[in-house]
């Protein structure tokens, strides 16, 4: 059996929904919304599963998908897409992630890569030949610098895998971040394998810029996304990529023999949801900060110093100013047994050399469902 897979031990992940489970725990760990989703959205899917057609679509998606991504960071981004040679969809984010990987490394070729990060990449890049290579981000603000790039890149780097907004450290890169990584892909003429899965799920005055905007990196980027995370539809696993045809025309090869394809429903019903005016995207927003927004006030008021959230589900506390003599796995473990809520360690998503002070807790649920939470957390800091 492959090492790679075989040798994986069960992830923080895993223990703490088992937990969760064991000690009837609110689950603030794992990062999906309370919330149904967007009634027209649903309706579209099941109208389209019902009198729509239900046989293999085609392989880089079906048109009107394919036309309705371009026309979306048409009009959010100002990006200049050909939907016909620029454009997939596949199944999910992680199945773009999974065949933009296989497509993009040799066996022997380095990647960066930022943690903390999202459990998939580390197995993904491994199983496709690539050498890791890490730029460690800490709290409070995840930046990375000239000098953190300089040590991980090198004439070997072939992608750089960037997750922007970063979950699970709630950041939301700035344009001149962009153009520092843009300046070293473009010295060590690597590609940027950009996860933009939270590009819609931002706060305040924070603004999504994709990766693909900035000019230099036009030809070198591939931008992932997720239906998922745009409509609060975690399950349905619709996802795209944007590449330029030199790229995309590779990216096609992988995913032709990975999935093919992705359900034809769930297709028809995205295109009609991109489509959506800009209030749905406003609203959608505004209602996930209100959750945001009350978590971080009762945490604050509980004692936790809370971290700045600036997108994603998930809000942090850092529990180092509070001299616990606790590591973030061990006060995990206490609080889905003692208190009955459960989070994330965020030590979890760093492969060596990690940050163990900094908890994740995810906001998107009801509101009784937070109040309850913050109840039993009350007690959490007098132990
Ligand atoms: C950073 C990141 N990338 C990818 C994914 C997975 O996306 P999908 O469900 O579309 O495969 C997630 C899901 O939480 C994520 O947070």
């Known amino acids: 059996m492959n090492p790679i897979f075989a040798?994986?031990?069960?992830?923080i992940f895993e223990t703490m929904s088992r937990l969760a489970g064991q000690h009837q725990a609110i689950n603030l760990g794992q990062g999906f919304p309370d919330d149904p989703g967007p009634e027209d959205v649903r309706r579209a899917a099941a109208e389209?599963?019902?009198?729509?057609?239900?046989?293999?679509?085609?392989?880089?998606?079906?048109?009107?998908?394919?036309?309705?991504?371009?026309?979306?960071?048409?009009?959010?981004?100002?990006?200049?897409?050909?939907?016909?040679?620029?454009?997939?969809?596949?199944s999910g984010a992680t199945e773009?992630?999974?065949?933009?990987?296989?497509?993009?490394i040799e066996p022997g070729d380095e990647v960066v890569l930022f943690q903390p990060f999202y459990d998939a990449y580390l197995p993904l890049i491994r199983r496709a030949g690539g050498i890791p290579r890490f730029v460690k981000l800490s709290p409070p603000h995840?930046?990375?610098?000239?000098?953190?790039?300089?040590?991980?890149?090198?004439?070997?780097?072939?992608?750089?895998?960037?997750?922007?907004?970063?979950?699970?450290?709630?950041?939301?890169?700035?344009r001149e971040d962009l153009e520092l990584l843009a300046r070293f892909c473009t010295k060590f003429d690597a590609v940027a394998v950009c996860d933009e899965v939270w590009e819609h799920v931002v706060f305040d005055d924070n603004r999504h810029l994709p990766m693909l905007a900035i000019p230099e990196m036009r030809e070198r980027c591939v931008k992932i996304g997720s239906?998922?995370?745009?409509?609060?539809?975690?399950?349905?696993?619709?996802?795209?990529?944007?590449?330029?045809?030199?790229?995309?025309?590779?990216?096609?090869?992988?995913?032709?023999?990975?999935?093919?394809?992705?359900?034809?429903n769930l297709q028809t019903a995205v295109a009609y949801g991109l489509a959506k005016s800009d209030d749905y995207f406003v609203d959608m927003r505004r209602s996930f900060q209100r959750s945001r927004d009350r978590l971080a006030?009762?945490?604050?008021?509980?004692?936790?110093?809370?971290?700045?959230?600036?997108?994603?589900?998930?809000?942090?506390?850092?529990?180092?100013?509070?001299?616990?003599n606790e590591d973030d796995e061990t006060f995990c473990r206490r609080l889905v047994v003692e208190h009955k809520v459960a989070a994330i360690p965020v030590s979890a998503f760093y492969a060596e050399d990690p940050v163990r002070s900094v908890v994740r807790f995810c906001f998107a649920k009801r509101d009784?469902?937070?109040?309850?939470?913050?109840?039993?957390?009350?007690?959490?800091?007098?132990a």
């Open 368 to 382: 009784a469902t937070i109040d309850t939470a913050l109840e039993r957390l009350a007690g959490a800091l007098r």
């Open 297 to 324: 006030a009762g945490l604050r008021d509980i004692g936790f110093p809370v971290l700045e959230s600036q997108g994603t589900y998930f809000i942090n506390v850092d529990l180092a100013p509070l001299g616990l």
């Open 7 to 11: 040798d994986l031990p069960t992830t």
């Open 227 to 264: 239906a998922g995370k745009i409509f609060s539809l975690t399950g349905w696993k619709v996802g795209f990529v944007c590449a330029a045809p030199k790229l995309l025309r590779v990216l096609a090869k992988a995913h032709q023999f990975i999935t093919f394809t992705t359900p034809p």
């Open 48 to 90: 389209a599963v019902m009198n729509g057609w239900n046989q293999y679509p085609p392989m880089m998606g079906l048109p009107a998908l394919r036309q309705a991504i371009a026309a979306h960071y048409r009009r959010f981004h100002a990006l200049d897409l050909d939907w016909e040679t620029e454009v997939m969809v596949t």
């Open 142 to 174: 995840w930046r990375f610098t000239e000098e953190s790039l300089a040590a991980a890149f090198s004439e070997k780097t072939r992608v750089v895998l960037f997750n922007n907004p970063l979950n699970p450290s709630c950041t939301v890169y700035r």
């Open 96 to 104: 773009a992630l999974a065949g933009s990987l296989m497509a993009l």
